[in-house]
Nanobody
Framework: QLVESGGGSVQAGGSHRLSCVAS????????MGWFRQAPGKEREAVAT????????YYSDSVKGRFTISRHNANNTLTLQLNSLKVEDTAMYYC???????????????????WGQGTQVTVS
C-alpha cells in the first residue's frame, strides 16, 4: 500500500514537498515514480527513480524544477516541487513497479501499485 501526503495550495513560483510511504519493505527493490493527472487530461509520468536511488528520470515539463528522492530505510519516496506553475496543478500519485531499474520512458502500465493521490493546486 502506498500513501501520499503533502498536497495543498501554493502560489505560483513557490515550493512544495510531497511524500509517499509504502507499507511493505519490498518496495525498496522496486522502481518508483510520481505521476500526475490534471482535470480533463491523461495521467502522465512526472519523475521516476531506480530502486537504489542512483538514477532518476524527469518529464521535460518538470526537469530542473522538481526533484525525486527516496529513503529506503523508511520506505519513503519524496517529490520536491520548486518554481511551481499554474499548469502544475494536478492530482499527484505515487506508484511502484516490480523491477529494480526504471524504464527510460515510464508508462502507466509499467507500474502496478498506486497510491490514492494528493492534490496540488497552484494559483
Amino acid at each position: 500500500q502506498l500513501v501520499e501526503s503533502g498536497g495543498g495550495s501554493v502560489q505560483a513560483g513557490g515550493s512544495h514537498r510531497l511524500s509517499c510511504v509504502a507499507s511493505r519493505d519490498s518496495v525498496r527493490y522496486y522502481c518508483m515514480g510520481w505521476f500526475r493527472q490534471a482535470p480533463g487530461k491523461e495521467r502522465e509520468a512526472v519523475a521516476t527513480i531506480n530502486a537504489a536511488g542512483g538514477t532518476t528520470y524527469y518529464s521535460d515539463s518538470v526537469k530542473g524544477r522538481f526533484t525525486i528522492s527516496r529513503h529506503n530505510a523508511n520506505n519513503t519516496l519524496t517529490l520536491q516541487l520548486n518554481s511551481l506553475k499554474v499548469e502544475d496543478t494536478a492530482m499527484y500519485y505515487c506508484a511502484a513497479a516490480r523491477q529494480f531499474l526504471c524504464p527510460p520512458k515510464a508508462a502507466l502500465s509499467d507500474f502496478d501499485n498506486w497510491g490514492q493521490g494528493t492534490q496540488v493546486t497552484v494559483s
